[in-house]
Structures are given as structure tokens and as C-alpha cells.
């Protein structure tokens, strides 16, 4: 930005009474951040908002990168919720995107899974969100003899079919889990959480679930091309070392770690990985970051 401003300034002369640099911050500032490409994968619960809470000036972060044109996408690990229920849960924050703004767990494991070939069929205990992937990416969904078994959030599934997917496994099917985040472990909590029913499932089985979500490659790439950037072009904005920030490190992005959910300052000294940058919250962020060149 400023070698450019330096170059404006000497070739430029102004036919009114602005500066040079006052024209620029009007007229150019956002013309040229679009002309960067990079662009911001951005996880949501801890850095968005906290629960149904809108963390401070998260609105107004998210309104500075649509009117300056810097591509992002919020990146949830949550399988539950399709893209329209995730937009309307940010309309209810003030936050006005698009669909096309979001990318879930559950579009991560049903391009991977559409990969893998054609007719693919999976015995799925998830809903909405996940649901509506697998179909999209050609994925036939069965009640016995699946090529796959995948497992996303829900409450509304049962022991009994736990135990149907046990069997599936035990008889040849591939275990796939959306993601292992763990339980908040706050009492009155309405769901055990993934991680949990992972566990369980692995145990019964003796079999390693192939996890698509964050960390996973499988997520952190298939949304870097989502978004139509190179590695070297994206960055990473999260509010967990173990997931946001890992898989980050991993693909060779760039990272932004922020402080306004589960990360605790004074535990970062004990990951053998660090972010790029630290913040409080989002809306502490300047464009463009220091790396974008």
C-alpha cells in the first residue's frame, strides 16, 4: 500500500484542493485490496460470536471486508446446520452475507466422500447440514450394507442406531467423522458432542475414524479452493491452537490467532506451533496484514 501511495503521489497531480494520500484512502484503498489476492478463512463460534452472544465489533469487521472486497469464507466444523441456517443465525447479529460465504464440515466430507467415486453410499447418523452435502455430491444414502459410515453432530440419533453403525463397521464398512470437537462440558448440555460418540464408536469397533473437519487437510485445503486461493494467499483467523491454528500451520498458511474465545494468552508457550499474529478480537485487525504483498 505504501510503495504504491509513494508511486501515485510522484506521477499524480490533483486538479482540487485534497491530498494525494486523502484521494488514495477514497478512491483506491479498496480497488487495490482486491486487486491482493488473499483472502480469509475465518472460523466462527469464538470469534464471531459466543453462543448467541455477537463478540464485540465483530459486525464491523465483517462489514469492512465486504465493502473492501477481501474474499472470505466462515469455516465451521459444525455439520448440523446447512449454509442457509448459518447465514440466518448471522442475520440475527446484524451480519448480512450470502451462502457462498460459508463452508461447513459437512461440504467438506461430501466433496471427499464424492471423490472417492461414483454411487458411493453411506449409513449417516448427522442431519440438516450433512444431509444435504452427501446428497449434493452424488452420495446414497442406506439403512444397510454402506460403503461408509459418517457421523456428524446431531441429538436426534439413538444408542440403537449407534449400535446399527457399530455393526456396519465391525463388517466392513469405513468410519468417517465430520470433526472431533469436544463437548463444552458445561452442565444442562444438550448433546454428549462428536468427540464422545467418536470415542465410543471407535472403541466397539477397534477402528480409527477418518476425520474430514478441522484440522483435517481434507477441510483446510477443500476450502482454500473453495475460495479460489493459492496456500501462500490465505490465511487463517481462529480462536483454537488445536484446530484453526493447527491446520493452518500444517498447510502453510498464515495465521491469526484471536483472543476472544477458548485460547488463553498464557498457554501459548505450551503448543510447539505459534499463530502469525495475536489478537484480542477480530476488530483489531488492519488491513492490509503485514504478510499480504
Known amino acids: 500500500m505504501v510503495e504504491i501511495a509513494d508511486f501515485i503521489s510522484q506521477t499524480i497531480k490533483p486538479?482540487?484542493?485534497k491530498t494525494i494520500p486523502a484521494i488514495i484512502n477514497a478512491n483506491f484503498r479498496s480497488t487495490y485490496l482486491?486487486?491482493?489476492?488473499?483472502?480469509?478463512?475465518?472460523?466462527m463460534d469464538g470469534v464471531i460470536y459466543s453462543g448467541e452472544t455477537l463478540i464485540e465489533g465483530a459486525d464491523r469487521f465483517i462489514d469492512r471486508l465486504l465493502k473492501e472486497n477481501i474474499p472470505f469464507t466462515f469455516m465451521t466444523n459444525n455439520s448440523q446446520r446447512t449454509r442457509l441456517e448459518t447465514v440466518r443465525k448471522l442475520a440475527r447479529f446484524g451480519i448480512t452475507v450470502t451462502e457462498d460465504h460459508?463452508?461447513?464440515?459437512?461440504?467438506?466430507?461430501?466433496?471427499?466422500?464424492?471423490?472417492q467415486g461414483a454411487n458411493g453410499t453411506a449409513y449417516v447418523l448427522g442431519e440438516g447440514g450433512l444431509l444435504t452435502s452427501l446428497h449434493e455430491n452424488g452420495i446414497t444414502?442406506?439403512?444397510?450394507?454402506?460403503?461408509?459410515?459418517?457421523?456428524g453432530e446431531g441429538r436426534n440419533f439413538t444408542l440403537e442406531m449407534v449400535q446399527r453403525a457399530v455393526d456396519m463397521i465391525l463388517a466392513g464398512?469405513?468410519?468417517?467423522?465430520?470433526?472431533?470437537?469436544?463437548?463444552?462440558?458445561?452442565?444442562?448440555?444438550?448433546?454428549l458432542g462428536i468427540a464422545a460418540t467418536t470415542?465410543?464408536?471407535?472403541?466397539?469397533?477397534?477402528?480409527?475414524?477418518?476425520?474430514?473437519?478441522?484440522?483435517?487437510?481434507?477441510?483446510m485445503r477443500s476450502a482454500r479452493?473453495?475460495?479460489g486461493l493459492e496456500t501462500a494467499e490465505t490465511t487463517v483467523i481462529g480462536d483454537t491452537m488445536e484446530t484453526d491454528i493447527q491446520g493452518g500451520v500444517q498447510m502453510g498458511y498464515k495465521t491469526v490467532l484471536v483472543l476472544s474465545g477458548i485460547a488463553k494468552k498464557e498457554r501459548l508457550g505450551h503448543y510447539a506451533f505459534?499463530?502469525?499474529l495475536v489478537v484480542s478480537s477480530v476488530d483489531q485487525l488492519d488491513f492490509p496484514l503485514k504478510w499480504w504483498q
Open 274 to 276: 505459534k499463530p502469525d
Open 15 to 17: 486538479s482540487n484542493n
Open 102 to 115: 460459508v463452508y461447513t464440515s459437512a461440504m467438506a466430507t461430501g466433496k471427499f466422500l464424492g471423490d
Open 141 to 151: 444414502l442406506v439403512d444397510s450394507d454402506p460403503e461408509f459410515v459418517v457421523l
Open 173 to 191: 464398512a469405513k468410519f468417517i467423522t465430520t470433526n472431533r470437537d469436544p463437548s463444552p462440558k458445561k452442565p444442562g448440555w444438550n448433546n
Open 225 to 227: 479452493k473453495y475460495l
Open 199 to 219: 470415542a465410543m464408536i471407535e472403541e466397539a469397533t477397534g477402528r480409527k475414524a477418518f476425520v474430514t473437519g478441522k484440522p483435517s487437510p481434507v477441510m
Open 34 to 43: 482486491a486487486f491482493m489476492k488473499h483472502g480469509l478463512l475465518i472460523d
